[in-house]
């Protein structure tokens, strides 16, 4: 399950595939794209390592689309006694702060607190025992302590400020609408990703572009891993007698299937883990997922009571669960309950009560609707095999297990945040080049990301970069619309924009102003778009912003229908692809206007 974008349609010959098809071996196959194996991709093409990664769906459609969009410390890990993992998260924090400086950006996040001494034995007692006792609420004193260990240990980044503690009267003056039961209210600072789809896919291009013009890094999206191989044509490269592990690789645009051999297999397919254990012949048992959801609001009283925070707290059940902005958006989330990986992970009536009952908790004379929801969205957090009652406190921390294979290795990550990605996938490399027997030549540490390069770093230097990129048919909002989507990667963009002075003229939507018919084409030629609905959810974010409408599908597919080679039978099953996905995994109803 959770194969979302699977229409089994014919496609185009996709370069992504050919390269993986005319040179099926790699000394390192990735399976998985989310942000752990694409990070992993990127540090090994940065090491000359020869690697291949596939992605069964789309870059970034598991649980690194589906996450909180907080590039955090983990405060709440404290009370499990994770202090490696809070170090590590907070270093990585500060440090994409300043390598991704175009998508993670600092979060001002405020923790309403109801009471003062709550909970100051039950943590420690946590702590000590590791045993899940009765939920007790977490009172002003344990988050002071918490929080002064956070700052602590943010203290050598210089990044972000300290913490505040306001009493009643001063919290409810910064955020009147908070509950006038509050005891107190404590400020600091963590940092959010706007856009996390758009960040993996930088990830995954400065992989490709240090794989140079040889292409030792080669990656693509809508190839599965079926099972082992063997069963290729004899004496083609990635077939019995090639060193290594060989696997059945499939393309799941034409069903074409071909085999591929690597030296060492990475298996960073997150919740599937297991299961791709099992298509490899080889049975594990190290995941136990849980499934988390959102909703995103429309919703500009409840927007304006956040002013700009996030509003981060402990919910009656003793869940923490936030309620924060995302541009013109609220985002509220999230649950956390054992998965069931049999069954599609998407957003149901129950989780959306708990998220209504939430927001009545901090913000009780806001009234919310079911008509105010504009987008959901869920998925399973790649977590290892537990017993806990309490799935929110299961350890959020990753290892690698690592497997012996015929002829090479086959090595699982298990778990892994967001957050960690750039420091996991350092390690998961280490770990790979051990087995190549290969040293480390870079760090990643301070490489900036794709458009993080030369990202200006006041409000002033944004301002001048939008003037200096204006021109006749391109004005501030288009420039600012086009250096948020890519950060200085707009730059590559508008010299392909411009590049149409010859042809056609570029011009914007009909159906949105947002984009382009050449920036849609750039995105059909760079970006690996493999379905209508990726440009919808992971290129852009108007369907998370609910912008999405019969005329904008007809629109956007007409104008990919010319690069990517559709024609009017795939062109209407685009379009119904696209309403089905957004239906059943995003609670969104478009209608259509075709016929
Ligand atoms: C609700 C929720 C909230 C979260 N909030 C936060 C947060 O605020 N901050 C934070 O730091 N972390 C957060 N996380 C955790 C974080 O999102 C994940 O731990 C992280 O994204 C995992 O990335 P991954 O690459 O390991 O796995 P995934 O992103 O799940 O990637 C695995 C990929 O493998 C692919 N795949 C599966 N089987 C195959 C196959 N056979 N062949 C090819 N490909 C295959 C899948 O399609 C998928 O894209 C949250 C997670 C969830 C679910």
Known sequence: MGQKDSVGAPANDRASVQKLRTRRHAQVLIIGGGINGVGTFRDLALQGVDVALVERGDYCQGASGASSHMIHGGIRYLENGEFRLVQESVTERNRLLRIAPHYVKPLQTTIPIF?????????????????????????????????????????????????????????????????????????????????????????????????GADSHARASNYVSLVSLGGSGTPGTPGTPGTPGTTVQLRDELTGEVFDFTADVVVNTTGAWVDLTNEAMGAASSFMGGTKGSHIVLDHPELLAACNGREIFFEHTDGRIVLIYPMGDRVLVGTTDVDADMAQDAVCTEAEIDYFFDLIGHVFPDIPVGRDQIVYSFSGVRPLPKHDATQPGFVSRDYRIERRAAADGAVLSLVGGKWTTFR????????DVLAELGMERKVSTAKLAIGGGAGFPDSEDGVQRWIKAHMSAGRDAARVTGLLTRYGTRAEEVIRFLDGAAAGEPDRLLHSTRELSTRELEFMAAHEQIGHLVDVLIRRTSLAFRGLVTGELLNEVAEILSGPLGWDAARRASEISHAQEVLQRFHGVRVHSLVA
Do not use: C, W
């Open 115 to 211: 009471s003062t001494f709550s909970g100051v034995l039950a943590a420690p007692m946590r702590f000590l025992t590791h045993k899940q006792g009765k939920h007790t609420e977490r009172g002003a004193f344990l988050i002071k302590l918490g929080l002064s260990m956070y700052d602590f240990f943010s203290r050598d980044g210089g990044t972000v400020p300290r913490h505040q503690f306001r009493g009643r009267k001063r919290a409810l003056a910064e955020l009147p609408r908070l509950h006038p039961g509050i005891k107190y209210a404590a400020t600091y600072f963590d940092a959010s990703v706007h856009n996390p789809e758009r960040l993996t896919l930088d990830v995954l291009q400065d992989g490709e572009k240090a794989g």
């Open 423 to 430: 420091a996991l996938a350092e390690h998961l490399s280490n």
